[in-house]
């Protein structure tokens, strides 16, 4: 039987999904957040459908699982108005309040996002197609991600909980908020990405607008009560629509003070140039990346390949951080390529509740036919598919496809994938490795695999100046959240660390007097009678 045959096979009758992960009913969506309010929507919507198909009568067809509202752009103006008058210029309620309060109210919200779990974990099986086990780690990857922004917080509010005192100025500095935010996540992560802008522009007394992703929007119907409760009016909306007419309105507004981003390199460029103030805009972007492997002659073959399996096919591929593309030295490529398609023949497919599944559906309708568009194109330049199967699809299931030899020629070469096809390069010298990450307008990270003290030290050192990441013998990933990620050229720009969200949604600002008897009595008596909220000696425990 052909592989086409057992991918058609891995969907299941509707009979067949185990129950506990069934959508009773789809999840017809009309409740969206502004200022305080779930409003409901009466105007048009949008359909979704699953990446996981069911064998009907008809074959096998895309799951019905809900709608969201296609809001229009004057709900959205509305939207904005709201965000704008919670900012009020930074006199707003939230952007003044005690960063003790802040964080209390940030508290509640992931306290009351925990009840949430078992919803948000099968949406995002039905949404995005992802595994029930990383369905379950991305939510708690995120609530984590709450906790110790909470605790990261805590520790920066300390340190600036007192006096500087330099060549007679007394100052104190502090980190205040930058204004509105308009927070839009990826679909690969539809919620940990988002959440990791929305809550440290929040926690810093930003207000924000945010936009689900494309796929990964229904998620957030679930969340919607609980940002209205947890967080005073108009700090939270959260809006709906398609990205294209939602997005113009706010930008071309002049309102919106940061964009956070986590998309393409060309739709932040669009939607950044819609804006009429660029100085006033501030970016933080998480953008495309093409990251390689070099498997150098000495690397343990056995790590490289069970890394490299990892590292490009989890979540199908579909991660900013995946790699892409793999430099193979050619004295061991013929085995390392025997050994990763023997890995690959093992790799569980079906449907995200299967226990242990590794590849899954595909949520976006055309990127099958995408994917074998540039396994075609790399066969007629040359290269051929190594692993049995490999780039056999059916409906949304894509098999991983080994390419082997890549070259320039190809469009695999330039384009990132996002998805289960992995290129591999022969080199002779690393001059060719080191080579492409130079010319590639992408600069995220890269994995190196050998177990030679020297060959690994002979390539930090170029590296370090090309990307962000350079990991040794292991797989190229965002995580731990407390590790600065970031990428050069047009891989990102700002830094997303726990701590370092922090600090890219606010700005430095102090407060300073030459010291002199009559500032330091003013001083005294602001902060003895707790007469600002700015200028405070308060320790947080
Ligand atoms: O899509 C890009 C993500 O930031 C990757 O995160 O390395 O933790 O999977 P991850």
């Known amino acids: 039987m052909s592989k086409t045959n057992d991918l058609s096979n891995l969907f299941p009758t509707e009979n067949e999904i185990p129950a506990e992960f069934r959508i009773d009913q789809p999840i017809c969506q009309k409740e969206f957040l502004i200022n305080g309010e779930l409003r409901v929507w009466d105007g048009p919507t949008q359909d979704v459908f699953s990446p996981v198909h069911l064998k009907t009568a008809d074959g096998l067809t895309p799951q019905y699982i809900g709608s969201y509202p296609l809001l229009s752009d004057e709900v959205i103006l509305q939207a904005l108005a709201s965000a704008v008058k919670a900012y009020d210029n930074g006199k707003g309620y939230w952007p003044t309040l005690p960063v003790a309060e802040r964080i209390r109210h ?32 991305e939510f708690d990857r995120t609530v984590d991600y709450i906790r110790d922004t ?5 520790d920066l509010d300390r340190s600036s909980s007192r006096f500087v005192i330099e060549q007679g100025i007394l100052g104190q500095i502090r980190r205040s908020p930058l204004g509105v935010t308009l927070s839009m996540g990826p679909f690969n992560y539809p919620l940990n990405e988002t959440f990791a802008t929305l809550i440290p522009a929040l926690i810093m007394g ?22 209205r409760d947890c967080f005073p009016p108009g ?3 959260i809006v709906y629509g398609r990205g294209a007419n939602i997005i113009a309105p706010l930008m071309t507004s002049g309102k919106i003070d940061v964009l956070a981003f986590i998309g393409t390199s060309k739709i932040a460029d669009t939607i950044k140039a819609q804006h009429p103030k660029p100085h006033r805009l501030r970016s933080v972007l998480g953008l495309d990346a093409k990251n390689p492997a070099i498997i150098l002659p000495d ?7 069970q890394e490299c399996l990892t590292g490009t096919l989890s979540f199908n591929g579909q991660r900013c951080t995946a790699l892409k593309m793999l430099f193979v030295h050619q004295s061991i490529v013929d085995t390392f390529l025997n050994k990763f398609a023997a890995a690959i023949s093992k790799l569980k497919v079906g449907m995200p509740w299967e226990p242990d599944v590794q590849i ?42 080994i390419l082997y030899p890549v070259t320039s020629q190809m469009r695999i070469y330039h384009e990132e994938q996002f998805g289960p096809i992995i290129p591999v390069i022969p080199f002779s010298v690393v001059e060719t490795p080191i080579r492409y990450i130079e010319e590639s307008n992408y600069g995220q990270q890269v994995s190196i695999f050998s177990n030679n003290p020297e060959e690994v030290a002979t390539l930090i050192d170029p ?3 090309q990307v962000c990441r350079v990991n040794i013998n292991s797989q190229c990933q965002r995580g731990p959240d407390i590790f600065p990620f970031t990428g050069r ?3 990102a720009e700002g830094t997303l660390s726990v701590s370092d969200a922090l600090r890219v949604f606010s700005i430095r600002t102090m407060v300073a007097a030459k010291q002199n008897e009559c500032n330091q009595e003013i001083l005294t008596e602001i902060i003895k009678e707790r007469k600002s909220n700015f200028l405070s000696t308060d320790f947080i425990f």
């Not at 930003?206 to 969340?223: A, H, M, Q």
Request: aromatic content about 8%; proline content about 5%.
């Open 360 to 401: 899954t559906p595909l949520p976006d309708s055309g990127k099958t036919d995408y994917l074998s568009g540039l396994i075609d194109d790399a066969v007629k330049h040359g290269a051929r598919v190594v692993n049995e199967s490999g780039g056999e699809s059916a409906a949304s299931l894509f098999y991983p496809a």
């Open 206 to 227: 930003n207000t924000v607008i945010c936009k689900p992703p494309k796929f990964g929007c229904l998620l957030y119907r679930p969340l919607l009560e609980i940002f």
């Open 489 to 491: 050229k047009d891989s």
């Open 299 to 305: 690397a343990d073959l056995d790590l490289a390949v």
């Open 235 to 237: 700090v939270v909306n």
């Open 106 to 137: 940030m508290q509640q919200f992931a306290y009351r996002m925990k009840t949430k779990k078992a919803e948000i974990v099968k949406l995002l099986m039905w949404e995005i197609g992802k595994s029930y086990q990383d369905s379950v780690k």
């Open 150 to 154: 909470i605790d990261a917080l805590k």
């Open 463 to 465: 590296l370090v100046n």
